[in-house]
């Protein structure tokens, strides 16, 4: 698999949660959170998307995907553990759910509470993104690519992005790692 954005080609193993390989004894012994993405580069080992991305960033350091000002690297970072714990986190109880069980067996509740946080988030977002094309110093970087996966599942989220969120959307939804990565409706 090509990483695009970083012209670098990886090997990819697909792992289907559907059949919960993620939650077998081998990926476990990878990965004892169970969750995905994992990077395993010789023997070193390394989960969470936010890990693997700087990692990446910093073996392949062209082209940047991070501002070289200081105060740039920090906002990049601000943004990506904003979309950890404000959109991210929130999705477990909402993409899996929406995905692949049928309605009656949702949790509204918690679906709902996990929606307004991330309701919320957008908004906080859209007044950032007002006027810009990018999250940080208006160039695309690390912080606009963690929230790729996410935007994806808008539709599904049954979520309206604020104007500025939507246009920015659909701009990280059209560069072709995006487009090279969808996933399956």
Request: glycine share 4%; with cysteine; hydrophobic share 45%.
């Given at each position: 698999m090509q990483v695009l954005e970083k012209g670098v080609s990886i090997d990819e193993v697909v792992v289907d949660?559907?059949?919960?390989?993620?939650?077998?004894?081998?990926?476990?012994?990878?990965?004892?959170?169970?969750?995905?993405?994992?990077?395993?580069?010789?023997?070193?080992?390394?989960?969470?998307?936010?890990?693997?991305?700087?990692?990446?960033?910093?073996?392949?350091?062209?082209?940047?995907?991070?501002?070289?000002?200081?105060?740039?690297?920090?906002?990049?970072?601000?943004?990506?553990?904003?979309?950890?714990?404000?959109?991210?986190?929130?999705?477990?109880?909402?993409i899996f759910p929406r995905r692949?069980?049928?309605?009656?067996?949702?949790?509204?509740?918690?679906?709902?509470?996990?929606?307004?946080?991330?309701?919320?988030?957008?908004?906080?977002?859209?007044?950032?993104?007002a006027g810009k094309q990018y999250l940080v110093e208006d160039r695309y970087s690390l912080a606009d690519l963690a929230y790729t996966p996410f935007i994806e599942f808008l539709g599904l989220l049954e979520l309206v992005a604020p104007s500025h969120v939507a246009a920015w959307a659909e701009r990280l939804s059209a560069r072709p790692s995006a487009l090279a990565t969808r996933p399956n409706a």
């Open positions: 949660m559907v059949k919960r390989e993620h939650k077998s004894d081998a990926y476990r012994a990878l990965n004892p959170y169970g969750r995905v993405p994992t990077l395993v580069d010789g023997d070193f080992v390394l989960f969470e998307s936010s890990a693997i991305m700087e990692y990446l960033e910093r073996v392949f350091p062209a082209p940047p995907l991070v501002p070289p000002s200081a105060q740039g690297r920090a906002q990049v970072s601000m943004h990506i553990k904003l979309c950890d714990l404000e959109f991210g986190a929130q999705t477990g109880a909402l692949f069980l049928p309605r009656e067996r949702w949790n509204l509740p918690v679906q709902q509470a996990a929606l307004d946080v991330i309701a919320k988030h957008l908004e906080v977002l859209d007044r950032q993104l």
